[in-house]
């Protein structure tokens, strides 16, 4: 079989199961909960307008660029990582950023202060736990 198709195959087959966790999800929104919408547009990652399409739910697509500015932003950054890398490492620096990020969404962290103040926290929290 051509490699390309192989390629072609695997990209169609993650799309699609993105699109079914993308289905299940969008009925747990809660419009006025800021963090299920992260979580949909999270996972779902690149087929959210086919979810939303094939569902009718345009209505959450204007959330799409707020989550990407969000992503997007300064907050996490390189000295944020380095901090974090210092005590956390692989999947668990990953969910930390994750956190980081669902908590920028949510507006929760809206300042560096507010950031580093959370970042303490978890790592304080990090050290009495050790």
Request: charged share 35%; hydrophobic share 35%; net charge positive.
């Amino acid at each position: 079989m051509d490699k390309n198709v192989l390629v072609l195959s695997n990209k169609l087959k993650n799309r699609i199961r993105k699109f079914l966790i993308g289905e299940k999800l969008l009925n747990l929104i809660d419009k006025n909960k800021r963090e299920t919408i992260f979580d949909f547009f999270n996972k779902v990652e690149d087929a959210y307008l086919d979810v939303l399409i094939v569902n009718k739910r345009l209505d959450i697509l204007s959330e799409h660029k707020y989550f990407r500015n969000s992503i997007k932003s300064k907050l996490v950054n390189e000295e944020t990582i380095k901090v974090l890398e210092n005590k956390y490492k692989g999947e668990e620096l990953g969910k930390i950023i994750e956190k980081l990020r669902k908590k920028i969404y949510t507006r929760e962290i809206s300042t560096k202060k507010q950031m580093f103040n959370y970042v303490n926290n978890i790592l304080h929290n990090i050290h009495y736990r050790s």
